[in-house]
């Protein structure tokens, strides 16, 4: 069951069982607990108590929908590096409330390393992507370089922990 580490308060550690109760939620955050529970081998009413803990915990933190960005006409996606200009960096948190308005900013990432952002776009086509690019990041004076790369495809990775 998900529990505080004695060493280390800040951290939770998973057992096999909340794992399996956490792939299902993500699966489907709105499955019923009867079926959460027979997935997961355990009673309803433990179960019921494992994804209290696993809220109560911070681990779960909400429940939430998938949205199928195809479905929708949105399934160009590709990951943008931004490099900023090295005297630019007192404008960072401007650009990143500007990255925030931006319909096709999934997410980003500020990073550590050679690259200083990561954004997820997501739009039509190339066409989208290219205007995206060209219009709202090159544009910038505080942008010193992108780099764009394509998403074929993802997947989400096992849970770990």
């Not at 069951?1 to 794992?19: G, H, I, K, W």
């Not at 709105?30 to 529970?37: G, T, V, W």
């Not at 900013?105 to 690019?133: C, K, M, P, S, W």
């Amino acid at each position: 069951m998900a529990r505080v580490q004695n060493d280390s308060p800040e951290f939770v550690t998973l057992d096999d069982t909340d794992r399996v109760l956490i792939a299902a939620l993500r699966e489907n955050s709105r499955i019923p607990n009867n079926r959460l529970a027979e997935i997961a081998g355990i009673s309803p009413s433990t179960c019921l108590q494992r994804v209290r803990t696993l809220v109560d915990t911070g681990v779960l933190r909400r429940f939430t929908v998938d949205v199928d960005a195809d479905a929708l006409g949105f399934g160009m996606q590709a990951l943008v590096s931004v490099r900023i200009r090295p005297g630019a960096r007192d404008r960072l948190d401007t650009f990143a409330d500007q990255l925030r308005e931006l319909p096709q900013v999934a997410q980003y990432f500020y990073l550590a390393g050679a690259e200083d952002f990561v954004i997820h776009f997501r739009g039509r086509n190339t066409q989208d992507l290219r205007d995206f690019v060209t219009d709202h990041l090159s544009t910038q004076p505080i942008v010193a370089s992108t780099n764009t790369s394509v998403i074929f495809d993802h997947e989400y990775g096992p849970l770990r922990g």
